[in-house]
C-alpha cells in the first residue's frame, strides 16, 4: 500500500504559478510511475503529466505542455508540479496518483485527496 499526500494548492491570479507537492508514504521502496490529474466542477477527471520511476520520461497533457514541469525526488518520496502561466480553466482539484511501473503509466492504484487550485481572471 502507497499513501498520497498532496499540499501546494490555493488561490492565484492569472498568470501566476504554483508548485504542488505530492509525498509518498508506505510501502515506498519499490519503484512507482507517478502522476497527476485534475477535476473541475461538473467535469471528468482528466490527466495532466506523469513521470516515470527515474523522472527520466514524462508524458504531459496538451493542455498544459510547456506550462507544466513534473519531476520527483526518490530521496524524499515526493512528486511535484511546477505550474506557470496558469489560466483561469486550470482550476480544479489536482490530485496525485502512483502504480508500479518502471515506465510512464496510463492507470493508476493509488491516489491522493487532491488539492484545490484555483485560478483567478
Known amino acids: 500500500q502507497v499513501q498520497l499526500v498532496e499540499s501546494g494548492g490555493g488561490l492565484v491570479q492569472a498568470g501566476g504559478s504554483l508548485t504542488l507537492s505530492c509525498v509518498a508514504s508506505?510501502?515506498?521502496?519499490?519503484?512507482?510511475?507517478m502522476g497527476w490529474f485534475r477535476q473541475a466542477p461538473g467535469t471528468e477527471r482528466e490527466f495532466v503529466a506523469a513521470l516515470n520511476w527515474n523522472g527520466r520520461s514524462a508524458a504531459y497533457a496538451d493542455s498544459v505542455k510547456g506550462r507544466f514541469t513534473i519531476s520527483r525526488d526518490n530521496a524524499k518520496n515526493t512528486v511535484y508540479l511546477q505550474m506557470n502561466s496558469l489560466e483561469p480553466e486550470d482550476t480544479a482539484v489536482y490530485t496525485c496518483?502512483?502504480?508500479?511501473?518502471?515506465?510512464?503509466?496510463?492507470?493508476?492504484?493509488?491516489w491522493g485527496q487532491g488539492t484545490q487550485v484555483t485560478v483567478s481572471s
Open positions: 508506505g510501502r515506498t521502496s519499490s519503484k512507482y510511475a
Open positions: 496518483a502512483a502504480t508500479l511501473s518502471i515506465g510512464v503509466a496510463l492507470e493508476y492504484d493509488y
